[in-house]
């Protein structure tokens, strides 16, 4: 059974290191678009839910720049695999491993999402 996000409340939740943390309601998040957490660190994290009704969470410090805008990109896929192209240089880092699909060198944090 699938339920609305608008007759729900669902609330989307990251793992961290040991624990899980609640960021928000599923009803916040646009398909299509980022938002940014603050984590318990001060660090942030950019959350995406793609149309498809995926969701993806990953560090939103742009490596390349230092700035934290990673939740601003566009989300997007290559050869099947999602990712968001920071909106500063356009690096495009997959929301499923972290992995900057143009420079194989760098990559960010991934965290793992789920609602209850």
């Not at 318990?40 to 720049?65: E, H, K, T």
């Not at 499923?96 to 699909?101: K, M, N, Q, T, Y």
Request: proline content about 5%; hydrophobic content about 40%.
């Amino acid at each position: 059974m699938t339920l609305a996000p608008e007759t729900t409340t669902l609330v989307v939740h990251i793992r961290l290191t040991d624990s899980w943390l609640a960021l928000c309601d599923v009803s916040a998040l646009t398909p299509g678009r980022g938002v940014a957490a603050l984590l318990p660190d001060g660090g942030q994290a950019a959350v995406f839910l793609d149309r498809a009704g995926r969701m993806y969470a990953i560090d939103n410090r742009d490596p390349f720049s230092g700035a934290a805008v990673l939740s601003r990109g566009l989300i997007g896929s290559h050869q099947g695999r999602p990712f968001v192209a920071s909106p500063l240089l356009k690096q495009r880092f997959d929301l499923e491993s972290g992995r900057c699909l143009d420079d194989e060198t760098v990559r960010v944090t991934t965290y793992e999402v789920r609602t209850s």
